[in-house]
Nanobody
Framework: QVQLVESGGGLVQAGASLRLSCVAS????????IGWFRQAPGKERDFVAA????????YYADSVKGRFIISRDNAKTTVYLQMNSLKAEDTAVYYCAAKPSLGSIISTMTTHYNYWGQGTQVTVSS
């Protein structure tokens, strides 16, 4: 029911900024929430941030609070992840994902998200 296409990754130096985009489509996409996850080589896929379409509620991992901002543009059916003050530790493949919305409850669990984009590489050099 939901298709996701993310873009915006690249190679940047520490301290730089990037904005990732996730374009959503499909039936009932507005009843889902969109999460950003990342996976570094040899590590598990970790939660970064999430937002729901209906109310715009947001949630961030502690490691990115104050640096990353998740937002949405309903008209463009796009969710953005603005990443500022990037660190080498932020290097990973970033994925957007969708799950059915449960009101104000936002999940950080990868297994709760059943639609995934193909990922975009973010590399931060120090």
């Amino acid at each position: 029911q939901v298709q996701l296409v993310e873009s915006g990754g690249g190679l940047v130096q520490a301290g730089a900024s990037l904005r990732l985009s996730c374009v959503a489509s499909g039936r009932a996409f507005s009843l889902h929430e969109i999460g950003w996850f990342r996976q570094a080589p040899g590590k598990e896929r970790d939660f970064v941030a999430a937002i729901n379409w209906s109310g715009g509620n947001t949630y961030y991992a502690d490691s990115v609070k104050g640096r990353f901002i998740i937002s949405r543009d309903n008209a463009k059916t796009t969710v953005y992840l603005q990443m500022n003050s990037l660190k080498a530790e932020d290097t990973a493949v970033y994925y957007c994902a969708a799950k059915p919305s449960l009101g104000s409850i936002i999940s950080t669990m990868t297994t709760h998200y059943n639609y995934w984009g193909q990922g975009t590489q973010v590399t931060v050099s120090s």
